[in-house]
């Protein structure tokens, strides 16, 4: 991984070492065998940030990762994608934090939006999918089946200001009439 760039510090055979790509890619962490293998910081040209474990060049354990957008990631990775549990908060306001496969949300988790509303239930590859939950600010509520990150069955839907109760049917998300 080694090539094309600059020993600032350290050796990069075993321990502690800081290298410069080419491209203003710095690594400053741990080395074995000119791989970047352990703990350690890489600031990427584009300003993005990753502070974590690192194995066989790849992010990889935990980690927190600030992108150069201002969103920022802490948790699991594998192979150099985000992978298990974690936590991804937007630099607009609100969250996802969950599970994660291959980089997109997969698995339990819950999203929430700036202007709190939160949607807590079940994702597949980055979309609702299955039972959840979706609460908004004023209190309503409704929670229905998801297909492909639509309402796509039957649900319940509670009116916080009439304190009121219905069951509704969506079909590919819209509303179905009574």
């Known amino acids: 991984m ?6 600032l510090s350290g050796s990069l055979k075993a321990g502690q070492a800081k290298f410069q790509w080419h491209n203003g890619t710095v690594y400053d962490g741990q080395w074995s065998k000119l791989n970047m293998q352990g703990e350690g910081t890489t600031t990427y040209s584009d300003k993005s940030v990753y502070s974590g474990g690192m194995q066989d060049n790849q992010r990889h354990g935990h980690g927190t990762c600030t992108y150069s957008n201002g969103d920022t990631y802490t948790g699991q990775w594998n192979k150099g994608v985000r992978e298990g549990h974690g936590k991804l908060v937007f630099k607009a306001g609100g969250y996802y934090e969950g599970q994660w496969k291959n980089g997109m949300r997969n698995g339990a988790g819950v999203r929430v939006w700036p202007d709190g509303s939160r949607f807590e239930g079940t994702f597949v590859q980055d979309k609702k999918h299955g039972m959840g939950k979706l609460t908004y600010p004023s209190g309503d509520w409704l929670e229905v089946e998801w297909q492909n990150g639509v309402k796509d069955g039957s649900g319940t839907m509670y009116n916080a200001q009439l304190a009121e109760t219905y ?8 509303l179905q009439a009574e």
């Open 2 to 7: 080694a090539s094309k760039g600059q020993l």
């Open 167 to 174: 069951e509704r049917t969506w079909r590919n998300g819209i």
